[in-house]
């Protein structure tokens, strides 16, 4: 089944023509990357989909229903919530208050299914756990990158937009994390990734779509991304 | 030198009380400022608004003569929830109409700034030019109590004398000057659980600290604004009618002094702090107590902007620095 689906997409920054026209969609159960080059409109796409950015034309469809204007607080309410690139994570909150803040829309906080997310968030990162009275902002990149996954996760959605989860981690670190976003779909939350780390995310996902200056230049199941010469050469150079 | 020490007990007493209410007034301008980064120039106006509410419910219930404290407390209790309605009510227009759509379209600054400077003037000007206003809608009769000499003092219709009730040094500390105190350190208390401990608290802090975040984790950040400014209003309200309280008399341009004062207690402590507030209003009161003990009443405001100046040239940030954003749980 169809979970997302952007039409024709296009996004304007006052004359910048950041997406220009993609089309694409997210099938429920499976991880979708997007990989590109900086500048080439990954994280504009995301905001989209998320309601922080307004269309300039086209539209989004989540779980078949039109949402291009909704507002961001009711595409959380259907389901869709967003690490965003860089973390931000509130910096003067604890671990626990941002993992609230991540379930602010639930209505059922003192419920057992409420209880069950968290320990399902403490399960995928045990340092959270360790750290729930710690102020985000003290908190090493990693740890915060930890904290924004979970905290998107807490939302109990459909699907969870990733936007490069591994940006200045350690490599050992980004194998953990990537592993931890199979484990995701694996407990069945639909995703959708951005990434510069295009080997590790093209293993792993089950459709890719290569992003040029605000285009879809090439689309394909990630395995065969990863093989493809032309993208071999512009994306998995100095690759970990 | 020796009036102050002579009389260091009362300047400190009456300090605090005139701290308490710079305080009340001030989380105002830090509320907003912690979640817009914005100045609310109308607040003074909310407070105004506040005061003639006080009046009003009080020549509308018939008060009069002179009243002790507790006499008087039916009456004023029904002026503080008249007064906080109104307060509350105004903060809200004020939001709605100097912010709400510019706030949207991601004005500039200094737009925002201009367009909360004019909705001060107007909502001063309304209450300044009521009898007017009256007369166009033909009411001026029937509200002939109410809008009369709309540019003169207006007094409360009941005069409440206070009575000492507790000795501290050589001075002793009337009811109203008790009550004053404790009312606004309980409202700063409750506010200060509110915003650590509630989700609506919770959703303030996020959008001050990350307003994009806090989109994507579900908050209305336009509800979140609205709250902001009706807390700010609420607090207003009380102001007032401790105000009313302690002076018994107010103008439509009483907001103007107070509410650069309160500004003032607000840089100073911090803006963006709640804390800040309450310190900055108390320090604030205080020092313009013993300055006008020792020079003169006519130094009083200045001490104010020179106690600013200096701390902010040794803290720029304000006493407790640290904003709205920041604050930890
Ligand atoms: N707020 C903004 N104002 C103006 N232009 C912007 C803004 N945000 C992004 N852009 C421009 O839009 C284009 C796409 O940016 P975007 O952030 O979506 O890229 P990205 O693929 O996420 O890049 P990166 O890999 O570096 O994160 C870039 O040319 C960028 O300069
Ligand atoms: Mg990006």
């Known amino acids: ?240 | 030198m020796e009036f102050l020490i002579g009389n260091f007990a009362e300047l400190t007493i009456t300090g605090l009380v005139l701290g308490s209410v710079y305080a009340l007034v001030a989380l105002g301008y830090t509320l907003v400022y912690g979640v817009l980064q914005l100045i609310n120039f109308a607040h003074s106006e909310v407070f105004m608004w506040g005061t003639y509410a006080v009046v009003w419910v009080l020549t509308l219930l018939g008060a009069s003569g002179t009243s002790s404290l507790a006499g008087a407390a039916g009456y004023l209790a029904i002026a503080l929830v008249a007064a906080v309605l109104m307060s509350g009510g105004v903060a809200l227009i004020v939001e709605r109409f100097a912010y709400r759509r510019l706030v949207r379209q991601n004005a500039p600054k200094y737009i925002i700034l201009i367009s909360a400077i004019g909705a001060s003037f107007v909502l001063s000007e309304i209450m300044g030019l009521r009898d007017k206003i009256a007369g166009f809608l033909g009411l001026q009769g029937v509200l002939g109590d109410y809008v009369n000499n709309p540019r003169n003092t207006s007094t409360l219709p009941v005069e409440i004398k206070p009575e000492p009730v507790l000795q501290i040094g050589n001075y002793m500390v009337r009811d109203t000057e008790l009550l004053i105190i404790i009312s606004a350190l309980i409202m700063m208390f409750v506010l200060d659980q509110f915003i650590r401990r509630t989700s609506f608290g919770r959703q303030i802090r996020a959008v001050a600290q990350d307003p994009e975040a806090a989109s994507l984790m579900g908050a209305n950040s336009t509800n979140v604004v609205r709250l902001t400014f009706l807390i700010g209003g609420v607090m207003a309200g009380v102001a007032a009618t401790l105000y009313m309280i302690k002076v018994g008399a107010t103008g439509f341009n009483v907001g103007f002094v107070l509410g650069v004062k309160a500004f003032t207690a607000a840089v100073l402590g911090g803006i963006g702090n709640l804390r800040g507030a309450l310190l900055g209003g108390l320090i604030l009161g205080i020092a313009e107590n013993y300055a006008s003990g020792i020079l003169g009443s006519e130094w009083r405001d200045v001490t104010a902007f020179v106690l600013l100046v200096l701390v902010l040239l040794v803290r720029p940030s304000g006493l407790l620095g640290e904003s709205l954003g920041r604050a930890r749980a």
């Open chain 1, 1 to 240: 089944m169809t979970l997302l689906e952007i039409r024709d997409l296009n996004v304007n920054y006052g004359h910048i023509e950041a997406i220009r026209g993609i089309s694409f969609s997210v099938e429920e159960g499976t991880i979708t990357t997007l990989i590109g080059a900086n500048g080439a409109g990954k994280t504009t796409t995301l905001k989209t989909i998320s309601g922080l950015r307004k269309v300039h034309s086209g539209s989004v469809f989540f779980d078949g229903k039109d949402i291009t204007n909704a507002k961001p607080y009711e595409r959380v309410k259907m389901g869709l919530t967003q690490s965003p690139e860089g973390r931000r994570c509130f910096p003067g909150m604890t671990v626990m208050e941002n993992l609230e803040m991540g379930a602010l829309l639930r209505k059922d906080r003192r419920s057992a299914a409420y209880r069950e997310d968290l320990e399902r968030v403490f399960g995928l990162f045990p340092r959270l756990q360790e750290r729930v009275k710690q102020a985000a902002g003290t908190m090493s990149g990693g740890e915060q990158q930890m904290l924004a996954m979970g905290r998107a996760l807490m939302a109990r959605p459909r699907l969870v937009l990733l936007d490069e989860p591994s940006m200045g981690l350690a490599p050992k670190l980004i194998r953990q994390i990537f592993s931890i976003v199979d484990e995701i779909k694996a407990q069945g939350t639909t995703v959708l990734l951005v990434e510069q780390n295009a080997n590790q995310a093209l293993k792993r996902s089950d459709v890719a779509h290569v992003l040029e200056t605000g285009k879809i230049v090439r689309s394909g199941p990630g395995e065969k991304l990863a093989a493809d010469p032309a993208v071999k050469a512009a994306y998995l150079g100095g690759d970990v």
